[in-house]
């Protein structure tokens, strides 16, 4: 049975083949073609992946009729007018994070899906996984009560990336504070309900990236290349129009005692706290002065989050449903980010 939605991919890199699962297993889709700047990146995309149509030219498949998705997976700043064009074109748009790295092009690019009709999605995979669709469902019976306080990490323990795509502030737009922060942002506000930010105060530095001899375990281990100019540290306050608060903080180089990764969030409501990703709520009884945790039961996840990310995507657009990740939401996470780099510059608060 031929599959009624064609998807073309454009950036043929690391994160484009976690989507391939996806789009395979969606009943509605399959990948028709394929492009990247660089030539054997998509020539070897194309028979690691049995596509008959590769290009370095990704005007080519925009504008071929025949295509319906178009999947953006190249590095932040050619997001947005690759984006725009699929969308003026009239192709639905699934798009790496973060969906650009300013919320003035974020903006345009919802201009753009508006005008177009089709949906926009940015690629926030880590709301697909099992814990965070349980966390999410938990706070949504209204256990927390009213959220008043949140607070996030993502920290890296030398685990800097190395790529031009991610050190030079030309190609990603910054460090970790839009690489990662990204996500545990956009997890964070997803889970208060999306209140709307009004201010911030943040820091955004290289501290240890230009330090002699600093290294990174990224990839088996390379030095920092000295061409690095973006942040590798960056922490925020964040107040909210509804009264909440967040502390964020973010690094992908840090003196942490956690080896690798640390992704960890606490919310703190007028009847409950959470934990993600423990997903535990802490409760207590007035009436016996009791205080107790309980732990969400998780079923084991039966597909990566990368790839249900575009299976849902699909079935949205089958269903004439809303994009899974609203563009909104998406611009909301970039405007305290960037107030963070204008936090920074400003040396106080900036108001959103
Ligand atoms: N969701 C996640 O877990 C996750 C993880 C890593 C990266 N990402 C995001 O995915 C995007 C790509 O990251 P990656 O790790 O795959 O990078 P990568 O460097 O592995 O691949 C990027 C590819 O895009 C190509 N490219 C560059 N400019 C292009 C253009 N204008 N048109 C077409 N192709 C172009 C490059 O040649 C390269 O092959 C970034 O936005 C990044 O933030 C998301």
Known sequence: MSRTLKVAVIGTGGISRTHMPGWSASPHTEVVAASDVYEPAVVKFGEDFNIGRVTTRAEEIIGDPDIDIVDICTPNMYHGELAIAALNAGKHVICEKPLA???????????????????????????????????????????????????????????????????????????????????????????????????????????LAHQPGMFTAWAGGNLIPPEYDVEDFAAAFVRFANGATLMLEVSWLLHHDTPGEDMQMWLYGTRAGCHWPKCEVYESNLATRQQYNKTLKLTADTMEPHALECVEFAQAIVDGAPSPVPAEQSLQVMTILDGIYRSQQTGGEVRL
């Not at 009709?117 to 927390?144: C, D, N, P, W, Y």
């Not at 306080?149 to 990603?172: C, D, N, Q, V």
């Open 101 to 207: 790295p300013t919320p003035a092009e974020i903006r345009r690019m919802i201009e753009a899906r508006d005008r177009s009709g089709k949906l926009l999605m940015t690629a926030q995979h880590f709301r697909f996984r099992g814990s965070s669709k349980a966390m999410k469902a938990e706070i949504g019976t209204g256990v927390l009560g009213d959220i008043y306080h949140a607070r996030s990490w993502m920290l890296r323990r030398y685990i800097a990336p190395t790529r031009p795509g991610f050190i030079l502030k030309e190609h990603s737009g910054g460090g970790p504070t839009i690489d990662i922060g990204v996500h545990i942002l956009d997890l964070t506000l997803w889970f208060m309900g999306n209140p709307e930010p009004v201010s911030v105060t943040g820091v955004a530095r290289a501290e």
